[in-house]
Structure formats: C-alpha cells, structure tokens
C-alpha cells in the first residue's frame, strides 16, 4: 500500500482502529482517517458508533454493519467476501482498543489465513491508560478481561494467576466489584489495588488501597471500570509465626478451617488463603 492511499483514503483489507474511551480528543489523525473512508464499518454497537462519528465530525457515506459477540460468526463469511471483493473494512469496539474483551479475533484469525492484510491502528486502551497512571508495577502485567460471574469460578480465575509474579489488569461490571475483589483478596492475599474509574472522561478516578482493608472502600460507583492489583511482594510477606498468632486470634471468633484462612489472609500480605490453611494443617 503506497503513501498516497494511506493520505487519502482507508486501503483494501481489514483495520483494527482504537477509539477514544471517552475524551475525542484522543483519537489519532491516522484513525479519523481511515474511518472516514472505509468501505464498511463493524462496529459492536451502531447506534454507539453513529453517535460517535457526530460527536468526531466524521462523515461517512459507506455501510456500518453490527459485530458483536453473538453475530461475530454468522456475519463472517460475508466480511471474508467483502475483503475479496477488495474493499476496506474497519473494525472497532464501543471504546478502546479492539479485540480486548471485545469480538474480532476470529475474524483477524480467518484473515490472516486466507491472506487478507490486516493492520492495527493503535490508540487509546483502557489497560494501558489504567496501569500507566496507577502507580502499581508496570511489568510484568497480565491483563485478564472480564472475570468469571461464578463464585467457584472467579476462585479458580484468580488461582490461575496467583503465583505469575505479575501485576493483574481486568474489567469489572460495577455490580460486580465488590464480590471480585473479595474474591482477589481470599485468594491472593492483601495486595495493593487500584480501581480505575471513567478514564479519560470528566468523573476519572483513580481509587488506590489494600486487598486486606475492603471495608474501607465505597463501592458504590459509576461508569466504566479497570481494575489493577500488583503483585505480591516478598519483602513485605508476613511471618508464618504471625500468621499462626492471627490464626489464633481468629480461631476464638469461631468458624472452619478454610474460612479462618480466609479472614487471616485478609490481614496479612504475602499470603494467600491456600497457603494459611496449608500451614495450619501441618
């Protein structure tokens, strides 16, 4: 593809194009662009899409075509005949970056095997705005997506990345929050977290403390949220004859084993729930 097209208009195959999470400004000349002049956009949800491109100033006169998660399959072929056919196809999210908790992969997937070009326009990213202004480890990280809404599954998701040494990026719906941070904090033990709210938007906010002081938190909030916990550090892990002095302590307050490991892992860092109730069954 020469310099001209790249000026000028969208060139034939598919573009991966980041929009603003909330502040149009963010959005890159090079974006603006090929938006204006792609043959076809799928977009996860038209109605947001339209209402986007006028609050852009962007003005289009090819097709805008719905691809989410429950038609990404169906409208598939037609897409593949599209790139065939040699016209240019934008794909984004309702905000962000593509792909990221959002449909596409099949379709970038099935492009690249038949050949079809397929080119990032990269820009802004919920992840990535979250943990460079968090103030948390930056690497490594791990970004998750959504958890799991089940109980036994969202321990289970945590499980899986308690012992990677990496700092965990991941969206939560706000009627969820407090559960899955509950849930980080009986699995992964007290950690530093960061809620980062609205990014980029008027009401952004970033909400900073400890896995082991929840209580503190007001999770009666708004808009959409990343969330960062860091990871584990060695220096500040607790004994394990403090950790067997709280188990005591917590021992008088009653309850099983598995549930006192679970309020002493939320007073000491360092420690996971797993780990205490391993140490007490020694």
Same mark, same amino acid.
């Given at each position: 593809m020469n310099q001209e097209s790249l000026e000028t208009m969208a060139g034939p195959g598919?573009?991966?194009?980041?929009?603003? &999470?909330g502040n149009a400004g963010d959005l890159s000349p090079r974006a603006a662009r090929i938006l204006s002049h792609a043959d076809v956009i799928l977009a996860e949800d038209t109605r947001r899409a339209g209402l986007l491109f006028k609050r852009l100033g962007i003005e289009r006169e090819g097709g805008l075509v719905s691809f989410f998660e429950h038609n990404e399959d169906k409208k598939l072929p037609a897409?593949?005949?599209w790139l065939e056919q040699g016209r240019s196809i934008a794909l984004i999210s309702d905000a962000g970056t593509p792909l990221l908790s959002d449909p596409g992969y099949r379709l970038v997937r099935a492009c690249r095997e038949r050949g079809f070009p397929v080119s990032p326009v990269p820009g802004p990213s919920a992840p990535l705005a979250a943990l460079s202004a968090c103030g948390l480890p930056p690497l490594p990280f791990s970004f998750l997506g959504?958890?799991?809404r089940k109980d036994s599954q969202l321990q289970r998701f945590f499980e899986a990345h308690r012992d990677t040494g990496a700092t965990l990026v991941f969206f939560e +719906? $706000?009627? +969820? &929050?407090?559960t899955a941070l509950h849930a980080a904090r009986d699995v992964l033990g007290d950690r530093e977290f960061c809620i980062a709210r609205e990014l980029t938007k008027d009401f952004e906010e970033f909400i900073s403390g400890s896995l082991g002081s929840l209580d503190a938190v007001d999770f009666d909030l708004r808009g959409e949220i990343t969330v960062v916990i860091g990871p584990a550090r060695e220096e500040d892990k607790a004994s394990s004859e403090r950790v067997l002095a709280l188990v005591e302590e917590e021992q008088e307050g009653g309850g099983k084993p598995k549930e006192i490991a +679970?309020?002493?892992?939320? +007073?000491? $860092?360092g420690w996971t729930a797993k780990e205490i109730y391993a140490l007490m069954s020694r």
């Amino acid at each position: 593809m020469n310099q001209e097209s790249l000026e000028t208009m969208a060139g034939p195959g598919l573009w991966v194009v980041a929009t603003p &999470l909330g502040n149009a400004g963010d959005l890159s000349p090079r974006a603006a662009r090929i938006l204006s002049h792609a043959d076809v956009i799928l977009a996860e949800d038209t109605r947001r899409a339209g209402l986007l491109f006028k609050r852009l100033g962007i003005e289009r006169e090819g097709g805008l075509v719905s691809f989410f998660e429950h038609n990404e399959d169906k409208k598939l072929p037609a897409v593949l005949e599209w790139l065939e056919q040699g016209r240019s196809i934008a794909l984004i999210s309702d905000a962000g970056t593509p792909l990221l908790s959002d449909p596409g992969y099949r379709l970038v997937r099935a492009c690249r095997e038949r050949g079809f070009p397929v080119s990032p326009v990269p820009g802004p990213s919920a992840p990535l705005a979250a943990l460079s202004a968090c103030g948390l480890p930056p690497l490594p990280f791990s970004f998750l997506g959504f958890p799991p809404r089940k109980d036994s599954q969202l321990q289970r998701f945590f499980e899986a990345h308690r012992d990677t040494g990496a700092t965990l990026v991941f969206f939560e +719906r $706000k009627s +969820r &929050l407090e559960t899955a941070l509950h849930a980080a904090r009986d699995v992964l033990g007290d950690r530093e977290f960061c809620i980062a709210r609205e990014l980029t938007k008027d009401f952004e906010e970033f909400i900073s403390g400890s896995l082991g002081s929840l209580d503190a938190v007001d999770f009666d909030l708004r808009g959409e949220i990343t969330v960062v916990i860091g990871p584990a550090r060695e220096e500040d892990k607790a004994s394990s004859e403090r950790v067997l002095a709280l188990v005591e302590e917590e021992q008088e307050g009653g309850g099983k084993p598995k549930e006192i490991a +679970r309020r002493v892992a939320g +007073r000491v $860092k360092g420690w996971t729930a797993k780990e205490i109730y391993a140490l007490m069954s020694r």
